[in-house]
Nanobody, 127 residues
């Protein structure tokens, strides 16, 4: 499984960005997807996850109501729409997936549950 994250950049506070994660080497509808982020000097943290069916999503409290995770299995992609961005959202954002046997199961939140990771895309929010 290879993952290619894109869509990061520099944006002013209050702005929006949409991150994309394109998967290859797998049939994405068999995998749950997640986004994580890592700011300088901090550990990687969970941002959002979505199950393979797309019907269950989880969010970190810090992004709830501002970020939306979605997926397009036909495009083999997972997305993260980020609105009302804040300077504290500045980080490298990583997409990740893991094989999910049960279609309607809940998606995992701990990063160690995810077996495949993308290379990361930088998001910088200026105040």
């Amino acid at each position: 499984v290879q993952l290619q994250a894109s869509g990061g950049g520099l944006v002013q506070a209050g702005g929006s960005l949409r991150l994309s994660c394109a998967a290859s080497g797998c049939t994405l509808n068999q995998y749950a997807g997640g986004w994580f982020r890592q700011a300088p000097g901090k550990e990687r943290e969970f941002v959002a996850s979505i199950n393979r069916g797309g019907g269950i999503t989880y969010y970190a409290d810090a992004v709830k109501g501002r970020f939306t995770i979605s997926r397009d299995n036909a495009a083999n992609s997972v997305y993260l729409q980020m609105n009302s961005l804040k300077p504290e959202d500045t980080a490298v954002y990583y997409c990740a997936v893991y094989y999910q046997r049960i279609y309607y199961a809940e998606p995992a939140t701990p990063p160690d549950q995810y077996g495949s990771w993308g290379q990361g895309t930088q998001v910088t929010v200026s105040s």
